[in-house]
C-alpha cells in the first residue's frame, strides 16, 4: 500500500510549548476565532492608548492614563504567551510521552492519564504548519495538536486528514 493511502497513521512524541506556540499563532492567523480574541486583548490598548494621545494633546494626560495604557498592552504582550504556557503545564501534567491514532473515525491520543478520542464529526477542521497538523472544531478552536516529527509517515498523515477535514488554509499558503 502506498504511504499516502494508508488508512490509519500512528504517531509517538512529547508535545513541547513551541509545537502550543506555532499551533496557537497559527489558528490566531487563519481563524476568526483566534483573530476575534487577538482583537479582544489588543483593541482596549489601542483605544486607551489613542484616549491618552488625545489627552496629551489637551495637556491632560494623567499618570493613571499611561499606567493603564502601559498595563493593557503589557496584557496583549503577555495573554498569548500565558495561553502557551498553560498549555504545556497541562501537558506536562498529563505526563510524558504521547501516543495518537488518525484513522478513519477520527483522532485518539493516549497519555499517561488515559485516552481521549474524538470522531471527526467533532473536529472537521485543520490547519497544516510547517511542523504541525492542528485539527480544529467547527468554530477554530486548537483541539489537537499532532507534531509531524511523532509519525514517520507526515505525507500519509497529511492526505488521512484532508480526507476527513477541511483546511481553514489553502496548503500553499500553510506555514
Not at 36 to 60: D, F, I
Request: with cysteine; aromatic share 4%.
Amino acid at each position: 500500500m502506498d504511504a499516502v493511502d494508508q488508512a490509519r497513521v500512528e504517531l509517538a512524541y512529547a508535545p513541547t510549548a513551541e509545537d502550543f506556540r506555532e499551533a496557537m499563532a497559527a489558528q490566531a492567523r487563519h481563524t476568526s476565532l483566534g483573530r476575534l480574541s487577538r482583537a479582544v486583548v489588543w483593541v482596549p490598548a489601542a483605544v486607551a492608548a489613542l484616549g491618552c494621545a488625545a489627552s496629551a494633546m489637551t495637556g491632560e494626560v494623567g499618570v493613571s492614563d499611561a499606567v493603564l495604557v502601559a498595563v493593557l498592552a503589557a496584557l496583549a504582550l503577555l495573554a498569548p504567551r500565558y495561553q502557551v504556557s498553560a498549555a504545556s503545564r497541562r501537558a506536562r501534567r498529563r505526563g510524558g510521552e504521547y501516543r495518537a491514532v488518525v484513522d478513519v473515525t477520527g483522532v485518539s491520543v493516549t497519555d499517561a492519564r488515559g485516552t481521549r478520542a474524538l470522531g471527526w464529526e467533532r473536529v472537521p477542521r485543520s490547519l497544516e504548519t510547517e511542523r504541525l497538523f492542528v485539527v480544529l472544531n467547527r468554530s477554530g478552536n486548537c483541539f489537537l495538536v499532532l507534531p509531524k516529527r511523532g509519525t514517520s509517515s507526515p505525507d500519509a498523515l497529511r492526505a488521512l486528514i484532508a480526507r476527513h477535514t477541511t483546511p481553514v488554509v489553502p496548503a500553499a499558503h500553510a506555514g
